[in-house]
Structure formats: structure tokens, C-alpha cells
């Protein structure tokens, strides 16, 4: 079965801190998408990346990087630097190639303070 | 990408009574779909919006509580019906752009609350 999870339930760190995001997830298909989204408190899902299972490259976008590891099924979401306008909840969610249903995981809370 | 926009962006509703939010897409879309986020919660597939036929819904979901209409490729409406405090929710629309169907892009959300 499909799964994602976010052990993470809460996260507070000082800004300009580092901080990574876990995500674990299962799924017997060999084909399959991961996406991070952000929620920030106004309620709206944001897309910040989607990345496909036969690309394990780790990608880099301003201060936000992930670590897509299919030895351990996991795509971890660092974000270096932290600010205040960080703060959200984070959703990681997979899908099976074709069935177009995402499987989100609990989210994690992230608290930037000032 | 794509703009999604929302009607109403939030509601406050007395139990029993019934509530449609509108979605509106910018652009034609394949695929539209409806969310709900419960307090504190992740979110949950209600329903597929399918163009010219009848919605398809998930386990748990029913289409005489959650009525869905999709008219054309641009918008839907989801009707929360015969309301009790336990649908106070987010309610999100999403779509699937032709070409990049895997990727889901989310309206701004509709915050109801229920008396």
C-alpha cells in the first residue's frame, strides 16, 4: 500500500537556522512522482517541486534543497537559512503514475522565529 | 501553471443548511479535483470533477452530501449539503494541466465554519 510519512508533526528553530524536513514513503510501483507543498497560515497549497523516481538527482532552488534517496524511500526538504516567511505547514505526497491521487502525508509545522 | 480561484474564500453556515463553492480555472484544465482539509489535518480526496458526467467520489465520500458539478473544462462547484459542525473544513479545488498531469495546482481554499 501507499504511504507517506511525516514524523515530524512540529519544528521551531531561530531564524537563519538550517532546517530539514523528512519524508518517508511506500509504494510498490517503480514509477511514481514526489511533491513538497507549502501551506502557508492564509489556507492556499503551494507547489515547490515535483521530482519523478528515475531521477535521484538532489535539486537546489534558492535556499530550498531535496534529497530524493530510494535506498532508504526518502525525500528530504532542506531549507537553509530560515526566515520568518518560512514559517507553514509542510505537505510531502506521492502518486502512482496514472492514477492521479495524490497520498499526502500528515504534514509538518514549521515555526521561523524572529 | 495555472490561476485557480475560489467563491467564497471563507463562510460562516448554520447546521442544516447548504453551502456551493465555486472553482474557476484560467485556462482549460484536464483534471479538477476537491479536497478537504479538517482542522489540524492533512488533506483528503473527496471527489474527481469530471466534465460532462457525473463526479467520481472516494470511499466515504457520497454524492448526495457533496453534489459536484464540472459544466465545462474551466469550472466546478462543490455543494457541502445539510451541514453539521463537523464539516467545518478547508475546502480545496485542484487541477491537472494537460502536458503535466501528475502536478496538481491548488486554489486559494474556502475556510468553513458551522454553527
Known amino acids: 500500500a501507499q504511504k507517506v510519512t511525516q514524523a515530524q508533526t512540529e519544528i521551531s528553530v531561530v531564524e537563519k537556522e538550517d532546517v530539514t524536513l523528512d519524508c518517508v514513503y511506500e509504494t510498490r510501483d517503480t514509477t511514481y512522482y514526489l511533491f513538497w507543498y507549502k501551506q502557508p497560515p492564509s489556507g492556499e497549497l503551494v507547489f515547490l517541486i515535483r521530482?519523478?523516481?528515475?531521477?535521484?538527482q538532489n535539486e537546489i532552488s534558492g535556499r530550498y534543497s531535496w534529497n530524493f534517496q530510494k535506498s532508504t524511500s526518502s525525500f528530504n526538504f532542506t531549507i537553509t537559512a530560515s526566515q520568518v516567511v518560512d514559517s507553514a505547514v509542510y505537505f510531502c505526497a506521492l502518486i502512482e503514475r496514472g492514477t492521479y491521487k495524490y497520498i499526502f502525508g500528515t504534514g509538518t509545522r514549521l515555526k521561523v522565529l524572529a | 501553471s495555472a490561476v485557480i480561484s475560489q467563491k467564497p474564500s471563507r463562510d460562516i453556515c448554520q447546521r442544516g443548511t447548504s453551502l456551493t463553492i465555486q472553482c474557476q480555472v484560467d485556462s482549460q484544465v484536464t483534471m479538477m479535483f476537491w479536497y478537504r482539509q479538517q482542522p489540524g489535518q492533512s488533506l483528503t480526496l473527496i471527489a474527481t470533477?469530471?466534465?460532462?458526467?457525473?463526479?467520481?467520489?472516494e470511499s466515504g465520500f457520497v454524492i448526495d452530501k457533496f453534489p459536484i458539478s464540472r459544466p465545462n473544462l474551466t469550472f466546478s462547484t462543490l455543494t457541502v449539503s445539510n451541514m453539521s459542525p463537523e464539516d467545518s473544513s478547508i475546502y480545496l479545488c485542484?487541477?491537472?494541466?494537460?502536458?503535466?498531469?501528475?502536478?496538481?495546482?491548488f486554489g486559494p481554499g474556502t475556510r468553513l465554519t458551522v454553527l
Open positions: 521530482r519523478n523516481s528515475f531521477d535521484e
Open positions: 485542484s487541477v491537472g494541466l494537460a502536458g503535466d498531469d501528475d502536478t496538481q495546482y
Open positions: 470533477a469530471n466534465q460532462g458526467s457525473e463526479a467520481t467520489y
